[in-house]
């Protein structure tokens, strides 16, 4: 398909139904650029490689039942001009005159360049995305991963009809419902979308998947190694490797349809020997299946990737699927990245709404001064001369956009407009 540049858009509903609920002033604006715009705002120190690529392309339409990909017809996108994101930013903020509150601002096209990035590399043959959706539940990227041909992994019925009522109606065999603990009205209302393949990891779940979903397609979510990564999923999901003989008996007992095994080797992995640790986990289950009567197809290597470590970690899991897994044993390999795709793409706008002198731990409390005046700075204004540390109040924080920090040990970096 030829190349065409397509127009920027700028999408300015909230970026997530949930979130607006929770954050009831937050506005999100989603705004498409150049990516290099994009990384000098998010840090202008980056190494990342990116890729050079200053007009995005169209979309290829990559799967049959898609729509024609017209990005420009959809009532959600409308055209904007082609301004970095720091100056789309800057002339939101200008615009909103007293409105202060905290807002996000994306680049679609940093998606399009993940998505490209794993299609161009070592997996990109083998290993079908199902987006993990908790990421970034933002309809509009949701409605751009649909429209590229991907596929979704959901962890709630929420996040399962959020994707089935996308504008493009993806097909619901597109969709893992990848939570290992489900409701069990969850799995009814998945089962009703007509969605059947679904995660277990422990004996409990396989009853209840019998009494409400007895044709689902189970996959078996194995512990692996996750100790060297930003966020071990494995403290809270996983079977152990000498538990999971018991679970497919269990399984076969209730005449359950088990087709392979999923795991995932925690968030921000910063090991590729977790990731061949983890096929060779994967590939004993499937022999213990065999004996159990089973003969699994599916393979589902979850997320975990970054995109500064993904040239090497996708040749460490292409070599790892070549020995356990190679393409002639027909077995089918899916991943579910999250934040690969996402992260690099949404910058967030705050407010500095308040400065005060910063108090060290050690020092006496002092005594009240006279008021500070926006030209003071703070430490002369409260009388304690130059050099104090000035501590600024921004209008999101952990409980809000930043909670990243507290559940996912991330580093933010602000710059100042
Ligand atoms: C089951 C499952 N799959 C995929 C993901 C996405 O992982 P990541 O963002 O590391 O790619 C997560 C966690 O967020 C998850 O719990």
């Known amino acids: 398909m030829a190349a065409a540049a397509v127009d920027r858009y700028a ?22 650029s150049t990516t290099a715009d994009l990384v000098h ?92 959706i908790k990421c970034n539940p933002s309809p ?15 962890a709630s019925a929420s996040e399962v009809n959020q994707v089935l009522s996308l504008p493009a109606k993806p097909d619901p065999r597109r969709i893992i419902f990848a939570n290992p603990c489900k409701a069990p009205s969850h799995i009814r209302q998945a089962a009703q979308g007509g969605v059947d393949m679904m ?16 044709t689902a397609k189970l996959v078996l979510r194995i512990l692996t190694d996750d100790s060297k990564s930003l966020c071990r999923l494995g403290l809270k999901y996983g079977a152990p490797l000498s538990t999971c003989p018991g679970l497919l008996a269990t399984a076969k007992q209730l005449g359950l349809n088990v087709v392979g095994v999923s795991f995932h080797v925690g968030s921000g992995c910063k090991d590729p020997a977790q990731f061949s640790d983890a096929f060779w986990r994967a590939k004993k289950v499937f022999n213990m299946a065999k004996e159990a009567g089973y003969d699994f197809s599916l393979l589902d290597i979850g997320g975990g990737f970054e995109r500064e470590t993904f040239a090497q970690m996708s040749e460490v899991v292409r070599d790892a699927l070549d ?40 020092e006496p409390v002092a005594g ?44 933010v970096h602000p710059y100042p407009l």
Request: proline share 8%.
């Open 140 to 154: 509009v990227v949701l409605h751009f991963l649909s429209l590229l041909g991907l596929s979704f992994d959901c």
């Open 41 to 132: 705002v998010l840090d202008p120190s980056a190494q990342i490689p990116y890729i050079p690529q200053h007009n995005l392309p169209t979309p290829p339409q990559t799967s049959p039942v898609l729509a024609p990909l017209d990005l420009r017809s959809h009532p959600a996108l409308e055209r904007v001009s082609d301004t970095p994101v720091h100056e789309m930013i800057q002339a939101i903020v200008a615009d909103k005159d007293e409105d202060e509150a905290a807002f996000f601002a994306a680049d679609l096209s940093a998606v399009y360049e993940a998505v490209q990035m794993w299609r161009a590399s070592a997996l990109g043959e083998r290993v079908e995305i199902f987006y993990a």
């Open 368 to 411: 009240p001064s006279t008021p500070m005046s926006l030209d003071d700075s703070p430490a002369d204004a409260e009388g304690e001369g130059e050099g104090a540390d000035v501590m600024y109040y921004i209008n999101d924080g952990v409980y809000g956009a930043f909670n990243c920090i507290m559940f996912d040990h991330q580093i």
């Open 323 to 362: 020995v356990y897994f190679p393409a002639a044993s027909g077995v089918r390999v899916i991943a579910e990245p999250g934040r690969f795709l996402v992260s690099s793409a949404f910058t967030l706008a705050t407010s500095i709404i308040a400065r005060r002198r910063a108090h060290m731990p050690d």
């Open 199 to 214: 995660t277990f990891d422990n004996a409990d779940e396989l009853y209840k998947v019998k009494r409400t979903h007895p």
């Open 11 to 32: 999408y300015t509903v909230p970026v997530s139904r949930e979130w607006t609920v929770e954050h009831d002033a937050l506005r999100a604006h989603v705004i498409r």
